[in-house]
């Protein structure tokens, strides 16, 4: 089993940008698909991107309307988001996950039993 632990999460103004990261540890994630969540207050966790981890394919949701890239590092076990163009809307807890296939992290993520602590994003004036 992969152990996932997120950072890189902060304050910023809208229109500022952030790097993500998420770190893995355990099973083999060079293998793995791996994926963005975010769950802003009161709302439900929702899919943010995903890459798949041979080919870089990548999967986005709607919102992020080209501001946001993810990227994977199989040999540091790592995977970012970067962020620009940050929104007030943008406003949540950013979390990673890790699955055998990438749709299925862009379809059914959500619905995963499993999370690591996730790292806050703020974006206010």
């Known amino acids: 089993q992969v152990q996932l632990v997120e950072s890189g999460g902060g304050l910023v103004q809208p229109g500022d940008s952030l790097r993500l990261s998420c770190a893995a540890s355990?099973?083999?994630?060079?293998?793995?698909?791996a994926g963005w969540f975010r769950q802003a207050p009161g709302k439900e966790r929702e899919f943010v991107a995903a890459?798949?981890?041979?080919?870089?394919?990548?999967y986005y949701a709607d919102f992020v309307e080209g501001r946001f890239t993810i990227s994977k590092d199989n040999a540091k076990n790592t995977v970012y988001l970067q962020m620009n163009n940050l929104k007030p809307g943008d406003t949540a807890t950013y979390y990673c996950?890790?699955?055998?296939?990438?749709?299925?992290?862009?379809?059914?993520?959500?619905?995963?039993?499993?999370w690591g602590p996730g790292t806050r994003v703020t974006v206010s004036s």
């Open positions: 996950a890790a699955h055998a296939n990438a749709q299925y992290l862009a379809d059914f993520g959500t619905t995963l039993n499993t």
């Open positions: 355990g099973r083999s994630f060079s293998r793995l698909a």
């Open positions: 890459v798949t981890w041979a080919e870089g394919t990548t």
